[in-house]
């Protein structure tokens, strides 16, 4: 049973094609009538079905009314809650979507031939015994996933140079759930340093070491939920929270200890750009504009008294249609350290818009602050208005132009045969002054042509 028709029919079709009999329905009530009337070895049904009643409904009355048969959940959302009605309604197994086939016929073979299959509730364990034991796997795992990437499959190293540092991290994540540690152990946080100023040396950028650490969190995010019900519930919440500050607290000290690698000159660079009259360059968190240079203070109209008072809330200069790109901005920033540059507008002090082009990089989580570089883009916008309105003078006239191409040629041919009429030997005295009149009227038409050309041309 899935609510899902494109899974419900690919999975019937699967199991159709090795051999077994399936009724595949889509909804509570129809599993519940089949239950009622025929036989199963074995109930497959989706978690959440989206209609009265769920998967456990479903499991609960195969218990009741066929209870040899095997029981398997399906679902794409495993959950804590979830995991804990699998076990007090004692399904035999719980498969994660997308779900390993091969492993799905196994279970479904041992079933029919009335072996049963070997279940996932068994004694949990904790999500640091988890980690130790999948430590080869999920370290595989990673590399596979980082490799996907175009950009870090590009950067020469071998595979023991790219996750050289990721087995005392996870060592580190061990130990920090094992003995509810609130910091960073002392070798956790010199691997951690090493490990940044090795990824500067071999040429990574911030969002890319960023890029790997959320690619690790995927990984033990999926290790954990494919392992769910073998967990220990009791610690499991603030065993997670312990691994996710574990990777937090060790990117952060990679990425300082990256940054101290920068050369001194480039260090002065930046330095020089904060003082361009031309650049603004400020410090930001989630509602405040914090520091400025000069230019960033002129541009939008605000004192140096007034940002040492913290009056400058940049929230509060933004109008509602740009809030989405910032709100977008400052997703990057937390998932990447860095936001792809992007135009929005401050209203300023006195009621007008300020255009402008806006970057930023992140400088700490906690607090969540960010720096950002601005580009007055007034100008740009009146040359672009200019080359616009350039755009619709030449628009207009194609327009006019092409009109009157189409009503001058049928006009030319009317002039022609009303003319051709007039001068007709045979004509009557009244259809000769019909034609006249009809000739009359057509150089009218045209005169107003030829005007609404001469006047589009003035207006321009």
């Known amino acids: 049973m899935d609510d899902d028709l494109a899974v419900l029919r690919s999975l019937e079709s699967v199991l159709l094609y090795n051999g077994f009999g399936v009724s595949a329905v889509a909804s509570v009530p129809e599993a519940l009538e089949l239950i009622s ?53 004692q399904v035999d197994n719980y498969f994660a979507k997308p779900l390993n086939v091969n492993e799905l016929l196994t279970a479904i073979t041992s079933a029919r031939s009335g072996k049963r299959p070997p279940s996932k509730i068994h004694t949990p364990v904790k999500i640091s015994e988890l980690v130790r034991n999948r430590r080869t796997l999920i370290c595989d795992q ?20 790219r996750m050289d540092h990721l087995p005392e991290l996870l060592d580190e994540v061990i130990g920090r759930m094992e003995e509810q540690r609130d910091a960073l152990s002392a070798k956790a946080a ?76 480039l260090q002065t660079s930046f330095s020089q750009l ?3 009259p031309y650049l603004g360059v400020a410090i930001m968190d989630e509602n405040h504009i914090i520091d400025a240079n000069d230019a960033f203070l002129r541009m939008i109209g605000y004192g140096r008294e007034q ?23 400052i997703e990057q920033l937390r998932e990447f350290g860095t936001c792809v540059p992007f135009e929005k507008e401050f209203v300023l002090p006195d009621g007008s818009s300020f255009p402008l082009l806006i970057g930023a990089v992140r400088l700490s989580l906690d607090p969540f602050e960010w720096s950002v570089y601005m580009v007055d883009l007034t100008k740009q916008r009146r040359l672009q208005a200019a080359e616009q309105q350039v755009r619709d003078s030449e628009s207009r006239h194609l327009l006019i132009n092409r009109l009157a191409h189409e009503i001058n040629n049928p006009l030319a041919a009317l002039m022609f045969t009303i003319h051709l009429l007039g001068t007709h030997a045979d004509l ?3 259809a000769h002054e019909l034609a006249l009149n009809a000739s009359e009227m057509l150089d009218r038409i045209a005169a107003s042509v030829k005007m609404v050309l001469l006047e589009s041309r003035r207006v321009d």
């Open 142 to 161: 990673w590399l596979s996933d980082v490799l996907h990437d175009p950009e870090l499959a590009a950067i020469p190293l071998i595979p023991e140079e």
């Open 428 to 430: 009557s005295n009244d």
């Open 190 to 265: 010199e691997a951690a340093r090493k490990h940044g100023r090795q990824r500067y040396q071999q040429g990574y950028t911030i969002p890319q070491i960023l890029f790997e650490m959320r690619v690790l969190r995927q990984v033990l995010s999926k290790t954990i939920q494919g392992e769910l019900l073998s967990l220990e519930l009791s610690t499991l919440v603030p065993d997670i929270f312990k691994s996710g500050e574990s990777l937090e607290s060790a990117v952060e000290v990679a990425i300082r200890s990256y940054q101290s690698q920068v050369p001194q000159s």
């Open 37 to 89: 009337k025929q036989s199963f070895d074995v109930l497959l049904t989706d978690l959440n079905i989206g209609q009265p009643g769920d998967g456990f409904t479903v499991v609960s009355a195969m218990r009741r009314v066929q209870p040899d048969a095997c029981t398997f959940i399906l679902t794409g959302y495993p959950d804590i809650e979830s995991a804990i009605t699998a076990i007090r309604s």
């Open 307 to 329: 940002l040492m008072a913290g009056e400058i809330n940049w929230l509060e200069m933004t109008r509602d249609k740009y809030r989405p790109l910032d709100m977008n901005a």
């Open 274 to 276: 904060y003082k361009s």
